[in-house]
C-alpha cells in the first residue's frame, strides 16, 4: 500500500491547523492586512510554480477575468483579511474551530441560490448543530466579556464569503472546466493585486524583528499554509478522492485548539471542547445527507 497520500493528508491537517497561531504571532508586529497580503505573496508562489510544472495557465483563460476577480474577493481577500481581523480578536484556537463551520455556511449558501440543493431532516440537524456550536463559542448570554463578539463576527463573516465562492464557482466556472489550480493561481494572483492596492505598508518590515513572528508568517502560512497547503490538496484528490479531500476539514479545528491550549497556553471554555463536537458533527452529518440526496437521486 502507497502510504505517500496518507502521510499528506496528516500534514495537510497540521498545516491548515496551525494557520491560526501564526496569525497570532504575526499580529503582534504588523496589522491584519498587512498579515494576509504577505500570506497570498509568499502563497502564490509555490502554487504558481506547481500550476506552471502541470501546464495548466491558458492565454485563453483570458475571457473569464471577471469570474476569476469575483473568486480572489470572495475566496482570497476578503476571506482571508476577515479570517484575520477574526483571529487577532480572539484565542488562536476558538478561531480554528469557528473555521470548521465553513461547510456549514457553504451548505446554506448553497441551499439559498442554488434551485439543485435540496434540504433534508440530515441537513437540517447538520446545519443546527453547526449553529449551536458557533452559538456557544460566542456565548451572547454572558456577561464576562471573554470571547470578543466582534472577532466571532468576522469569523462568521468570512465562512459566508468562502461559502458563497463555493455557490460562485459551481454556477459559472465549474462548467467552464478549468482546472482547478489554474483557478486558484487566478484568483490568489489577482487577491494579491487587491491586496496590494489597498493595503497601507507602513511599518510592515517590523514582522522582520521577530523571528518566531516572520518565519510562522513566511513559511509557516504563506509557503506551506496557503502555497504548499493547495499543492497537498490536490494530490489527495488525485490519489485518495474527492471523498478522502474533503474529510481532511474535520482535524484542523482539532489541530488548532491543541496548538492554542498546549503551545499558546490559551485557557478555553469547556463548552469550547462542547463546540468542536457539535460542529464537527453538523459537517459530518451534511456530508452524509447529501450522499443519501445524490443516491435518491441517481434511483429516479
Known amino acids: 500500500m502507497n502510504k505517500a497520500p496518507y502521510v499528506v493528508f496528516a500534514l495537510l491537517a497540521v498545516i491548515w491547523g496551525s494557520n491560526f497561531i501564526f496569525v497570532k504571532w504575526a499580529a503582534q508586529e504588523i496589522s491584519p492586512s498587512q498579515i494576509v497580503l504577505l500570506r ?3 502563497g502564490f508562489i509555490p502554487i504558481c510554480c ?3 510544472a502541470k501546464r495548466a ?10 469570474h476569476f476577480v469575483v473568486m480572489s474577493l470572495l475566496a482570497t481577500s476578503v476571506y ?7 483571529t487577532v480578536l ?5 478561531a480554528g474551530v469557528l473555521s470548521g463551520a465553513i461547510p456549514v455556511f457553504a451548505f446554506l449558501c448553497a441551499w439559498l441560490f442554488i434551485k439543485e440543493e435540496r434540504i433534508n431532516r440530515t441537513k437540517a440537524l447538520g446545519v443546527l448543530l453547526g449553529f449551536i456550536g458557533v ?30 465562492s463555493f455557490v460562485y464557482a459551481r454556477k459559472f466556472i ?4 478549468i482546472p482547478a489550480v489554474a483557478l486558484v493561481t487566478y484568483q490568489i494572483g489577482l487577491g494579491m493585486v487587491w491586496l496590494f492596492l489597498f493595503t497601507n505598508l507602513d511599518g510592515i518590515g517590523a514582522l522582520f524583528n521577530n523571528t518566531r513572528a516572520w518565519v510562522g508568517l513566511i513559511f509557516g502560512l504563506g509557503l506551506c499554509g496557503t502555497g504548499l497547503a493547495y499543492v497537498f490538496y490536490y494530490y489527495i484528490v488525485e490519489t485518495l478522492g474527492a471523498v478522502a479531500a474533503a474529510s481532511v476539514t474535520y482535524i484542523p479545528p482539532v489541530i488548532a485548539l ?3 491550549v498546549w503551545l499558546a497556553g490559551e485557557t478555553i471554555h469547556p463548552l469550547g471542547y462542547v463546540a468542536v463536537i457539535l460542529i464537527l458533527s453538523g459537517v459530518a452529518m451534511l456530508q452524509v445527507g447529501s450522499r443519501r440526496a445524490a443516491g435518491v437521486t441517481q434511483t429516479r
Not at 141 to 164: H, K, L, P, R
Open 80 to 86: 482571508y483579511l476577515a479570517y484575520a481581523k477574526g
Open 50 to 52: 506547481f500550476a506552471l
Open 57 to 66: 495557465l491558458r492565454r485563453a483563460h483570458i475571457r473569464y477575468l471577471h
Open 40 to 42: 497570498v505573496v509568499f
Open 258 to 260: 491543541a496548538i492554542g
Open 135 to 164: 452559538l456557544l463559542i460566542a456565548r451572547p448570554w454572558s456577561t464576562s466579556g471573554e470571547i470578543n463578539f466582534t472577532g466571532v463576527a468576522y469569523m462568521i463573516a468570512g465562512s459566508v464569503c468562502v461559502g458563497c
Open 90 to 94: 480572539l484565542p488562536s484556537g476558538i
Open 174 to 177: 465549474t462548467p467552464l472546466k
